[in-house]
């Protein structure tokens, strides 16, 4: 008797659980179709046109393609550029995370702010303002008579200086996943290591890194896939030079059309796309064999004093600050005030003429600057709406489909720009069952961007539920509230700040998007990167130094407004703060 009765009273929990497992489950499901559709279905589009020759399975494509020098030339050129890249990345954001979350280094804000500036600085801008620094044409260098001889090779135009701009690109990359690994060393492990006799060296190689590795091994292989898919300044500085790699090659060919050009562009597209999964499969690799857990909360971070020596390293690190950030945009101010470009700088011929053309003329400035605030807004306020219940089912109902889930999202974001968007223009240049074209139209764009930046926006509120207290669900469930009202009125809050973080750099860096939008931009829906990108390569340089320079000032205005409201806005919403 007793046992029925508490069989009776466990009745309602077990029914209300049950209900909202039912609930979970068709949560998953509905979330699912739309991940499919722009995770998913634009790839394996992209995988059919390759495989298919006139509807039947055939193996053409791939025999031209492969068996092309241009081809392997391309990839080799690839791994060395985004090879180098990646090194460079590695020292500088490496150095930087170091110094700024280790030691008691001053201006630790204005430093973190100053470093994050590259990361949101579209890679055609670094690309323009470096070129116009260097080289006899640079008007800021002839201003002050040390520029080099008329004639005189552009250093930037070679696969090292690629490398080098991709490397001062995504070191923020590297800098972002290491810093957050080492505040999370406690300062306490770190005495008990050196009572125990560790010093120096022995202390960095066997207990520092090996804490941080996890931060160091996944910032490498994003800086990796990131430069290897970079189209800006591969286009920018390799094209000119006729050093071409696998994200340029596939535009040059979809520029020159052809009967077959799909075909070998699909099968293009999946070999720099095979490539970034590598790269995505040894860090998930590496990363499987190493185990540096820390057991319990960090009391105090590790802070490591300088001493006589802080004032030079302080000097360094600005120094390096203005060589890759304040210089570059000096150059391109000065291009942007010149007549013409290659024409010395002075009092007689400063003019604000270039800034009146763009704005004031030439209406594809403004509409530019529609369209990118457009797609950045709607992109990152649509991946909240989905990413928050899609976090929610993935961190609390955890099945092979969740996991498959989690491994699809990762796709479009590990694979090159260009290749997904020639997937996405195979797939909606005629929508099936509803015959209806996307190509050329802003939706296609719109479509891309929620693919390429989902897992950005989806990663950070998934941290946030795996930290969360299933308890505090829980106790909301046996009060009788379903799954929308846990989320609403429990989940929501506590998440919303990681959600906020997470739309912010969505919008951030789909605001200056330039390797998707390249291939999918039709007249009247050019985006900030394609005007640019199109402005220098038509010979505009002028032009386009003006608008890269208006580019820059709204991106900095953005960031500093967001660094102002930070200390207002609940801690963890701006991205870049500690």
């Not at 369209?371 to 807004?377: A, I, K």
Request: glycine share 8%.
């Amino acid at each position: 008797m007793q046992a029925t009765g508490r069989l009776r009273g466990a009745l309602p929990g077990i029914m209300t659980r049950s209900t909202g497992n039912r609930s979970s489950d068709r949560l998953l499901y509905w979330l699912l179709l739309p991940v499919f559709v722009i995770s998913i279905l634009p790839i394996v589009r992209l995988a059919f046109e390759g495989v298919f020759v006139g509807g039947v399975p055939s193996l053409d494509y791939f025999r031209d393609v492969l068996g092309s020098g241009a081809t392997w030339q391309a990839t080799a050129n690839s791994l060395y550029t985004a090879g180098l890249g990646t090194i460079i990345s590695l020292v500088i954001g490496g150095a930087f995370a170091f110094l700024v979350a280790l030691t008691d280094v001053r201006a630790k804000a204005a430093l973190v702010f100053c470093f994050m500036i590259p990361m949101m600085i579209p890679p055609q801008i670094t690309a323009l303002s470096w070129v116009q620094l260097t080289g006899p044409s640079s008007a800021l260098l002839n201003a002050f008579g040390i520029a080099p001889p008329m004639g005189s090779p552009q250093p930037l135009y070679s696969a090292e200086g690629i490398a080098l701009l991709l490397g001062i690109q995504h070191a923020s990359i590297v800098f972002l996943t290491l810093r957050a690994n080492l505040r999370m060393i406690p300062s306490e492990q770190i005495e008990a290591a050196r009572l125990a006799g560790a010093r120096g060296g022995r202390l960095w190689w066997q207990i520092i890194l090996p804490l941080t590795s996890p931060g160091l091994i996944a910032g490498t292989a994003m800086a990796f896939v990131t430069a290897l898919g970079n189209f800006g300044i591969p286009a920018m500085l390799g094209i000119p030079a006729n050093y071409p790699t696998l994200p340029t090659l596939i535009y040059q060919k979809l520029a020159g059309f052809g009967p077959s050009v799909l075909g070998e562009v699909s099968v293009l597209a999946m070999l720099i796309g095979a490539i970034a999964i590598c790269g995505v499969a040894i860090h998930h690799r590496l990363l499987a064999n190493r185990d540096y857990r820390l057991m319990g909360m960090v009391g105090r971070p590790l802070d490591i004093r300088l001493g006589a020596r802080r004032s030079l390293i302080e000097t360094v690190l600005w120094v390096v600050l203005v060589a890759i950030l304040v210089v570059p945009l000096m150059a391109l101010i000065a291009t942007s005030l010149v007549p013409a470009f290659g024409v010395k700088l002075n009092f007689s011929n400063f003019s604000f003429d270039a800034f009146n053309e763009v704005l004031f003329v030439q209406p594809s400035t403004i509409r530019a600057f529609h369209n990118s605030f457009m797609l950045s807004v709607g992109a990152a306020m649509t991946l909240v709406l989905v990413c928050l219940p899609l976090a929610y089912v993935m961190v609390r109902k955890p099945s092979k489909l969740t996991k498959l889930i989690n491994l699809l999202v990762e796709v479009p974001y590990a694979l090159p720009g260009v290749v997904l968007a020639i997937a996405c223009i195979l797939l909606f240049i005629k929508i099936p069952l509803i015959e209806i074209s996307l190509y050329g139209t802003l939706g296609i764009i719109f479509i891309a961007y929620l693919a390429r930046f989902l897992v950005i926006a989806l990663r950070p509120v998934m941290n946030s539920f795996t930290q969360l207290d299933p308890a505090l669900e829980e106790a909301a469930q046996a009060c009788g509230a379903g799954i929308w009202r846990r989320l609403r009125d429990v989940l929501l809050p506590l998440a919303a700040p990681s959600a906020a973080a997470g739309a912010l750099l969505v919008f951030l860096t789909a605001f200056n998007e330039l390797t998707v939008s390249a291939l999918l931009w039709s007249a009247g829906n050019e985006t900030l990167g394609v005007l640019i990108f199109n402005l220098d390569d038509s010979g505009d340089t002028v032009l386009a130094s003006a608008v890269a320079v208006l580019v820059v000032l709204v991106v900095i205005a953005l960031m500093s407004c967001f660094q102002l409201a930070s200390r207002r806005l609940p801690k963890g919403v701006v991205p870049w703060q500690t």
